[in-house]
């Protein structure tokens, strides 16, 4: 289950990149209002998997889903940079989060 939760922790890290994005430097209100709520609710979802998981494992996948989908998701909806390099870093940082997953005893 706290794998579960860490997943859903780094989804709504990515949300709230997004939001706060939109939020044009929290100028705009409704943006705004969902990065604090997906900002608050992802780093609470992380603290609830951090009750069974170890805190750098846990940290480094929820920030490498977070640093990972931004990235992907920002080349597939910004039109960010997809420079072979780019794409190959993304990978190693999603190669990481797998590998924490298959390693940890949790």
């Known amino acids: 289950m ?11 890290e990515i949300a ?4 706060m994005k939109g ?8 943006p ?7 900002g608050v609710s992802s780093v609470y979802i992380l603290s609830l998997a951090l009750r069974s998981l170890p805190v750098g494992t846990a940290y480094a996948v929820w920030t ?24 190959l870093c993304i990978a190693l940082i999603l190669g990481g989060v797998i590998g924490l997953k298959l390693v940890s005893a949790n």
């Open 16 to 19: 709230f990149a997004f939001a």
């Open 64 to 87: 490498g889903i977070g640093a990972a989908g931004t990235a992907i998701l920002g080349m597939a909806i910004l039109g960010d940079s997809t420079t072979p390099l780019r794409i």
């Open 23 to 30: 939020s044009e430097g929290f100028t705009r209100l409704t």
């Open 2 to 12: 706290a794998w579960v939760l860490l997943g859903l922790a780094g989804i709504l």
């Open 32 to 38: 705004g209002l969902i990065a604090a709520a997906t």
